[in-house]
Nanobody, 125 residues
Framework: QVQLAESGGGSVQAGGSLRLSCAAS????????MGWFRQAPGKEREGVTF????????YYADSVKGRFTISQDNAKNAVYLQMNSLKPEDTAMYYC??????????????????WGQGTQVTVSS
């Protein structure tokens, strides 16, 4: 049974940092697209950043480029999201997600079959 277990998140002031973790289990294949979506109240879910496990591929939404960094630890089947210089507009529920393939550009939630439980990130001004 595939599972994505998220940890991290919390509340910080603007300019602060947070780190999210997502541990994957139950997969029968090693290479997959993994990353994070986020959803703020009243807004659509948007793709934030993605990577292909076992490769150097990364994608970042324009809104987080230069501030967020996705990384992976293949020995632990985990991906991490380091969020620096956080802004109030980063406040959202963040969801780890996995798909068989990355599209090579902006990702849509409909392409992702596996989801974590979500973790709240709140940035105060």
């Amino acid at each position: 049974q595939v599972q994505l277990a998220e940890s991290g998140g919390g509340s910080v002031q603007a300019g602060g940092s947070l780190r999210l973790s997502c541990a994957a289990s139950g997969y029968t294949y090693s290479r997959r697209c993994m990353g994070w979506f986020r959803q703020a109240p009243g807004k659509e879910r948007e793709g934030v950043t993605f990577t292909i496990t076992g490769t150097t591929y990364t994608y970042y939404a324009d809104s987080v480029k230069g501030r967020f960094t996705i990384s992976q630890d293949n020995a632990k089947n985990a991906v991490y999201l380091q969020m620096n210089s956080l802004k109030p507009e980063d406040t959202a529920m963040y969801y780890c997600a996995a798909a068989r393939y990355c599209s090579g550009g902006r990702e849509h939630e409909s392409n992702f079959a596996d989801w974590g439980q979500g973790t709240q990130v709140t940035v105060s001004s």
